[in-house]
């Protein structure tokens, strides 16, 4: 059994749980240490059983062998093969993700447990876990933040007046591929002039014109580990106004990195580009949170924004992204990814820009 | 109110609901008309709802007015605002997507109701309507599948020895954005001589040899619409073993095709494939169903299956793809796509090889 499997096991006993199914993709990944997708895994301090079917059982069966993971092939309804399990297992409390599993899903495990076991929402563990990352973890984030870097600088070159939003981005997405990247790891923005007012905009026909921004939101996925980074271009003149706000993006920005430490409070750090940005008069433009964790998912926790609970611990990776959106104009969104060491932290993405 | 949601209105009368809260993205992008994502729709006789936030809603709004839907622009806990809602348009039966919603979810909805409404699973409402596609989302499928013909074509003269799965995937999907596409529909797989017997197989850094065959497994997006087509070519002598798997699946495919019309038993189209390969001594090389339904989402309803009940009507719109896995040693797998006619059905990518 790998330490993640051991660690999760120990919160199971805290939790007075016999097992836990674990049914988020990205979790199950992160226990079994390889990508997976449309499986469940069974973890208890005795054994974890992985399930999935034909399409991918003997491509996982291998790799599950080296984590101590036994693999089961599904045939008949998923959630009965899991039950049977259970009872071989002679597990009575069994815990499941109830911020995942659906309703249905609940409901048809319940009836194949037929009484025998009951089922406990269990919380985020897993994502808990995921939080902190290990030295591996950070080694394949620092790899997809620097294929990044490079197809930023790849992106520099080729934008220009003329060129259409989505071949930027076509071009982007197989530039990354032939530095390593198995994948983008969203789908790459580029917003162009008035598109960038519009946080999530997706690449269309628009053809980019001179003296106009282009915001750049792209990342990448390396052995399953993402990175997500914004930055602004310019093609030609930048007016006073574009410029005023890039300025206090960057410095509201700037202001939230120096706070990041351990201990500190997320909902402070987000407050601190958030209290900037409204001194500056544009407070009603910047709606979403400041960041949010990256690892094995683009957005996981924890989240730094006005209503989190938690404080900041060694480990943790994540966005530090204000924005500023003038609906109709333009936007601009700087956005860099740290890494909270024992004193302070990191910006994993320093040197790019 | 358009027609889709008009469709749906109609339901919840005979289900006995006031309104149904829809979370399903896809089934939100199916009634509003537009790619959606993050946001909730309440959809009620009188009036329908759209909850999304500040990141999206200005792009939202205007494409929202033109379906006759109401925007919501999230501030604070998203069921406390649909609670709200709920309570202002004096709903006391509320419908919910069951196999969308997870148990967390619904515990906060509840909560937030405070008792003043009830809450019902409500089956996949959207979905059944998302099988039938009307001519507008024929056309958009027509077009993705169109796109994805132009690719394979490109496909064909970029493969050769020496090259890597991942750089053909990354030229692919190069290429389809400057024919049109928004998107890939999924990961493309690119599976090179033994990968080609994992029917998931991401792509590699393995170089191409020659005398093998590359699976190829490709889908655009076009207007949110999906193709899902898969394809096997050869470089050079094709072993004996080879080709006569590459004939059972063809012909299964073939075969399964003839007796699509409507009124058809989906398990039994499914069977016919099966059973002919199963006849031809690989039954065990093939272990996933038949097909699926590909409209919105690459993979949705009606899934062709030995378990599936229902039979098929015109405007249907799904893959068949037999495919026989020899592990270790090579797959082959064909997807065509096909749409129920009123009479039999027409092989939407019959012009693509």
Redo the contacts between chains.
Sequence with gaps: MNIRLKNLSQRLKRELLDCILVTAAANISYLVKF?S?DSYLLVSKKKSVYFT????I??ARPLLKREGISAVNIHGPVFEEIARECEDLKFRRIG?E???????E??RLAASLKGKARLF?SGELVEELRQIKDASEIAFIKQALKITGLTLGFARKIIRPGRKE??I???L??????QGA??AAF?IIVASGPNS???????TNRIIRKNEPVLIDIGVEYKGYKSDLTRVYFLGKINNLTQRVHKVVLQAQQLAIKEIRPGAKMAEIDGVSRGYIARQGFGKCF??SLGHGVGLETHEGPRISTTSKGVLRPGMVFTVEPGVYL??KFGIRLEDMVLVTKKGCVVLSVSIN
Excluded at 173 to 178: D, S, V
């Design positions: 990508k997708r079917d034909s399409r991918y003997d491509e499941f109830g911020h995942v599993m659906t309703c249905l609940h409901r929402p989505l071949e981005a076509a071009e997405e197989r530039f990354i591929r032939f198995s994948n789908d007012s519009y946080p999530h905009h997706a690449p709606g979403h609906a109709g």
